[in-house]
C-alpha cells in the first residue's frame, strides 16, 4: 500500500513586492549558510540583508525579481534577474534546503534565462563561487560556460584624496545632472555599446544609497564609479564604500578614479574601498594590486553559450553581478 505523499509543488514565477524582503531574507539567509557548511565552513552564518538594499535590487530588476511559493504559500525559491541595456545578469538566487535537488533550481535559473533573452541581451550571465564545483557542474549543464574571476580587493580609504579633481553626481543641480548622465552614458556606450547603467545610477541617487563620482580630463569624462555606501547587511555599518560599477578610458584614469573614490570615502568617516574587478582586465588588475589593494574574495562568472561577456578593446568597463 503506498502511504501518502505531501505535494511538493512550486507554484511561480510571481514578481516579487517589497512585501516579500522578510521570506526572501531568511531564504536568502538560510540557503546560504547551509551551502557554505556543505563547502566545510561551518561556523559561518550569513546575515541578512538591508531591507534597503532588497529594495534597490527588487526596483532594478522590476518584473525580472522573481519568486516561487510552496503549499503553504511560503517563499520556495527566488531569482532575480536584472537587465542592463544589453548586460544581462541574473542574482541573488536560491532555492530552500529542503526543497533542492528536486528540479526546482533549473526551474528558476531557466526562467531568469528566458526573461533576459526576450529582453534582447548580449551578455547574460551570473557568478558562483569557485570552489563550489557542484554549481559550477550544475550551472554548465544549463549551458553556461565558465569564465575570468571577480575578484573583490579592498583598500584603505585615504583622506590624503587623489590625483584630480572630481565631481558628485549627486550634488549637481537636475538639470545639470540629466547633462552629466548622457556623458556617462556616451562613455559606456564607446567602451562597450548597448551597455547602460543609467538605471542603476538614477536608484541609487533616489534611494540615497551612495553616488557616483566622475573624473575629467581636458574637459572630457575620463572615468565614472557608481559606489553604495548604505550598509549591506542588517544591523551593519558604514564601513565599507562598495564599487558597483566602473568606466574608464584606460589605467591612469582608473587609479586616479579609484584615489578619489577613497578620498571621498574618507570624508564620509567610511574606512575602506571595495572594488570587484574582473581578472579579464590583466593589466588593470595589476596596478591595483601595486597600489595597495588585496584581494578579500573571489567569484567565478559564467555566461550561457552564445552571450558572453563584452570586454572593450581598450579602456575599462567594470559591472557587479551581485546586490
Known amino acids: ?22 521570506g526572501l531574507n531568511r531564504l536568502f539567509a538560510d540557503a546560504f549558510t ?20 532588497w529594495r534597490y535590487a ?16 511560503r517563499i520556495v525559491a527566488f531569482n532575480v534577474a536584472h537587465c ?28 531568469a534565462v528566458d526573461w533576459l533573452r526576450r529582453r534582447g541581451v548580449s551578455a547574460l550571465g551570473l557568478e558562483t563561487m569557485p570552489r563550489t564545483v557542484d554549481n559550477i557542474g ?12 571577480t575578484l573583490t580587493l579592498t583598500r584603505e580609504a585615504q583622506r590624503a584624496g587623489g590625483r584630480a579633481g572630481f565631481e558628485l553626481l549627486g550634488g549637481v543641480e537636475p538639470r545639470e545632472r540629466a547633462a552629466r548622465m548622457h556623458e556617462i552614458d556616451a562613455l559606456v556606450q564607446s567602451l562597450t555599446p ?37 550598509p549591506l547587511a542588517e544591523g551593519g555599518t558604514r564601513d565599507e564604500l562598495r564599487v558597483l560599477k566602473v568606466a574608464a578610458t584606460g589605467i591612469e584614469a582608473l587609479l586616479d578614479l579609484l584615489d578619489a573614490v577613497g578620498a571621498w570615502a574618507a570624508t564620509q568617516s567610511i574606512r575602506r574601498v571595495a572594488v570587484r574587478c574582473q581578472t ?32 572593450p578593446a581598450s579602456g575599462i568597463v567594470w559591472s557587479n553581478w551581485e546586490i
Open 84 to 111: 542592463s541595456g544589453a548586460e544581462g545578469w541574473m542574482g541573488p538566487l536560491a532555492v530552500r534546503p529542503d526543497r533542492q535537488l528536486g528540479g526546482l533550481g533549473k526551474e528558476i535559473v531557466l526562467a
Open 34 to 53: 547551509d551551502r557554505y557548511r556543505r563547502d566545510g565552513l561551518v561556523g559561518v552564518r550569513v546575515p541578512f540583508l538591508h531591507a534597503s538594499i
Open 280 to 311: 579579464a582586465y590583466q593589466e588593470a588588475y595589476q596596478a591595483l594590486i601595486e597600489t595597495g589593494f588585496r584581494v578579500r574574495w573571489s567569484d567565478l562568472r559564467m555566461t550561457i553559450a552564445g552571450h558572453p561577456e563584452t570586454v
Open 194 to 230: 548597448g551597455y547602460d547603467f543609467s538605471r542603476e545610477i538614477q536608484l541609487t541617487l533616489d534611494m540615497s544609497l551612495g553616488n557616483v563620482l566622475i573624473m575629467r580630463r581636458d574637459g572630457r569624462m575620463a572615468a565614472f564609479a557608481l559606489c553604495h555606501s548604505a
Open 138 to 149: 550544475f550551472y554548465s549543464q544549463l549551458g553556461f560556460v565558465p569564465g575570468h574571476l
Open 58 to 73: 527588487i526596483a532594478d530588476a522590476a518584473d525580472g525579481a522573481m519568486l516561487w511559493r510552496d503549499e503553504q504559500d
Open 1 to 22: 500500500m503506498r502511504m501518502w505523499q505531501p505535494e511538493r509543488a512550486a507554484h511561480g514565477p510571481q514578481q516579487v513586492t517589497e512585501r516579500d524582503i522578510p
